[in-house]
Each structure stands twice: as structure tokens, then as C-alpha cells.
């Protein structure tokens, strides 16, 4: 994005996009764009808003090009985290959580630093 003129409105778009439950697919087309931008766009929104909020709260909110994992019945408490700064969650009632989940198998968000390096397929189960 940063090559971007700031007033591209294909920006300010993308940022209405984010929070939506839309797929990949769909942002593209809506923003005339390859879908692998929209996940590119996606994946360093997220990164940027861990650092600006570090707790995750703002990050948590945009739901456009989020990947989930599956953390497997036979391990519920082990999600080995090989990404120097890992910060997937499990999510319980399609809400991100800090903690473990009483539903197994569950799903746990994929963290943007995971995503970013190609690790959560390797690196968490599922």
C-alpha cells in the first residue's frame, strides 16, 4: 500500500472492506484488484494495527482475509507457536479469546506474523 497515492480511492475502500465478512474474491472484485493484493493489504493492516494496539483488540476486528487452523480433539491445550511472536488465538463463539476453548476440535485464528511467513499450515495443527 505504500506505494499508493493517498488519494487512491481503492484505499480508503479496502479499509470500509476490512471488517466484513466477505470473501477474498469479493473484495477483489469490489476493489478492481488481484485477490492476492486484498490478502497482502489484509495481512499488513493486521500487523499494523498489533502495533499500534498491542492487546489485539483493533486487529481482531478485521475479519477480510483472516485464516483459520483447526486445533485437533486429542490437543486442545498444545498450539505450538514457532513464529518468534505467535499471537493466534483459539476462537469460541466466533469470538477471538485470549485462553483455551471448551469446544474440541476448535478453530484458532491465525495470527498476521504467522500468516505473513507462510508458517500456519506447517507451523499449527490443522
Not at 56 to 77: C, S, T
Request: hydrophobic letters at 35%.
Amino acid at each position: 500500500m505504500a506505494r499508493l497515492r493517498p488519494q487512491e480511492s481503492k484505499v480508503l475502500a479496502f479499509f470500509s472492506l476490512a471488517s466484513q465478512h466477505i470473501s477474498v474474491a469479493e473484495a477483489a472484485r469490489r476493489l478492481s484488484i488481484n485477490p492476492e493484493t486484498v490478502v497482502r493489504w489484509s495481512i499488513q493492516t493486521r500487523l499494523w494495527l498489533l502495533d499500534l494496539d498491542p492487546q489485539g483488540n483493533w486487529e481482531q476486528r478485521v475479519h477480510l482475509a483472516v485464516r483459520y487452523a483447526v486445533i485437533p480433539a486429542d490437543r486442545p491445550d498444545s498450539v505450538p507457536l514457532t513464529t518468534p511472536g505467535c499471537r493466534c488465538s483459539p476462537v469460541c463463539c466466533g469470538t477471538a479469546q485470549a485462553g483455551t476453548t471448551n469446544e474440541v476440535p476448535a478453530l484458532l485464528r491465525v495470527c498476521p506474523l504467522c500468516e505473513q511467513t507462510g508458517l500456519p499450515s506447517q507451523s499449527h495443527p490443522g
